[in-house]
């Protein structure tokens, strides 16, 4: 053990009860500051009797919390987006200092989560049944629409506070109780929404944190109580989620990883499109599923375009969060190696290194896990440069000789996140909307992540389930719909058939 892998004082508690319960199972993980390279806190990896304790809590709440009206579920989730949005500083700062993204960043990761909190407070509208009288005669129908009960939610490291936002505003305001595995790079985020959520009113229970890896994330998944699970992560474990969670009868949506091309077209404005590719390729370090990585540019603008992208990253300061920076560093020293060894794999592919983040000069602590922009040129298709999801600032130029050939190569892809096209054309546009085979696209916008209203996801291997996070789908997928039939007696009623039930 080295000294700056030596474990802290500090010790991260759960959050089951509406309280911070400690770790009982003897195991932990360290948590870094990726900016200064240390272990700054343990985390608790729960047992399985961990886990079952939580989801007794959880299911113990939920008659309560279900049972509350309308009005004063949505007054404690009115009261949180008051309280996130009076404290939202803090929580950065802790976003900054587990997962290292600039402060500006992660004060944007929790506005995109207020904009779910926001969307929430619609639950009024979104449950309004259907009624239709006399569909018969003498019977109305109705629908209405229920809470499951406990739901899970497992999250990624690269959104500890938004992704979890995906899901229990709209799941507490339908009245089910939560339980949330984060993620155990960056797990306190959790906690601090956890007591803000007791602050702002929800009965103990009713949202509990359950640190842990895959002992817990199991357990998740096979206990009987636990109706549905929310997953956000790479594609391989959302594979797994999907097809355990669904054997064992629950309701799943798991999304997965990504590889996001953007796509320029010779008419597209460069310098939109230099600053699109530069913003959307190296903000949060790459680290985020909308990520641009793969940049395919039509032949004749390349030349041009790299050369103002290259002019634009000389501009972009890499450091420590919590200064003057535009980047910060890389989650773990592990995933910062991991990354890095794709720029070799590059070269020994026969692509060309334009722009090397190993040479960045960091504004930060050289034990950082720092790894500057890198651009890479001529990237074969067949490269696991291209193939793979890097999850880090490496932006890859695939050169392409028209917009059908752009357009098959993104189709091709096992993956469909997020994709964007510039262009002025508005009928190629209008094209590339209709032919291309993934979730969210953007046309001249570079990461088009939808707004809470809408629903987040994306095509193939990167969300295996049937339902979208957030919006109209996330609203359906933690509710139950019962459709009743009813008839109030009355004169005309009466008689015997054993006949299947017709409308007259
Ligand atoms: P990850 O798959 O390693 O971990 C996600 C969660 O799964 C964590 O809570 C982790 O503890 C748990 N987990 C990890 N290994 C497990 C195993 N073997 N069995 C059971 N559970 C396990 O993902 P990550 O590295 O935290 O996050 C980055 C990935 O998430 C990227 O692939 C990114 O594209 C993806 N992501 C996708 C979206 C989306 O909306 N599609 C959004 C954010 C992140």
Known sequence: MTITDAPST????????????????????????PALGRVTKQVPLASEEEVAA?????????????????????????SFRELLNARKAELAEILTSEHGKVLSDAAGEIARGLEVVEF??????????????????????????????????????????????WFFPIALAAGNTVVLKPSEKDPSAANWMAALLTEAGLPDGAFTVLHGDKVAVDGL?????????????STPIARYIYS??????????????????????????LDLAADAAVNAGFGSAGERCMAISALVVVDAVADALIAKIRERIATLRTGDGRRDCDMGPLVTREHRDKVASYIDAAAADGASVVVDGRDVQPDGDANGFWLGPTLIDRVPTSSSVYRDEIFGPVLSVIRVASYEEGVALINASPYGNGTAIFTNDGGAARRFQQEVTVGMIGINVPIPVPVAYYSFGGWKDSLFGDAKAYGENGFRFFTNEKAVTSRWLDPSHGGLNLGFPQNA
């Open 244 to 269: 355990t969670a669904a054997a064992n009868g629950k309701r799943v949506q798991a999304l997965g990883g990504a590889k996001n091309h953007m796509l320029v077209l010779p008419d597209a404005d």
């Open 54 to 78: 939580a989801v007794a809590s959880a299911k113990a709440a939920f008659p309560v919390w279900s049972g509350q009206s309308i009005a004063k579920r949505l007054a404690v989730l009115f």
């Open 10 to 33: 500090t010790n991260l508690p759960h959050w089951i009860g509406g309280r911070p319960v400690e770790g009982a199972s003897g195991r932990t993980a360290p948590v870094y500051d």
């Open 221 to 233: 998944l096979a206990h009987p109580d636990v109706r549905s699970i929310s997953f956000v992560g």
């Open 120 to 165: 929430a407070l619609s639950f009024p509208h979104l449950t309004k049944g259907e009624f239709s009288q006399n569909v018969s005669t003498g019977i109305d129908v109705y629908s209405v629409r229920e809470p499951l009960g406990v739901v899970g939610i497992i999250s990624p490291f690269n959104f500890p506070a938004m992704v979890p936002m």
